[in-house]
């Protein structure tokens, strides 16, 4: 828990520079899930090695890129998706 002050703060830094665009508390206690703004998973790999519970080894943690729902398109028809 003594880390816990630096890893919030941290964390809100984070939030207030764009990197993380939504957070959640998972249901089952065990922690967070964070949805960031970054380009790739590399990306994404380097802004959470920031966060001091990254950098004391004391969390686990894993990637997974996420996009837009593409099955969506299908609701345009033959509507051009560009638009």
């Not at 809100?12 to 998973?41: H, M, P, S």
């Not at 997974?64 to 033959?78: A, C, D, E, K, Y």
């Amino acid at each position: 828990m003594t880390i816990m002050p630096a890893e919030i703060r941290a964390t809100v830094q984070l939030y207030l520079e764009g990197k993380i665009r939504e957070w959640y508390a998972r249901g089952d206690g065990k922690g967070a899930l964070f949805l960031l703004n970054a380009a790739d998973a590399s990306e994404a790999k380097s802004i959470i090695e920031s966060l001091p519970l990254a950098k004391e080894d004391m969390m686990d943690h894993e990637y997974i890129p996420v996009g837009p729902l593409m099955p969506l398109r299908l609701l345009l028809g033959s509507q051009s998706v560009q638009q």
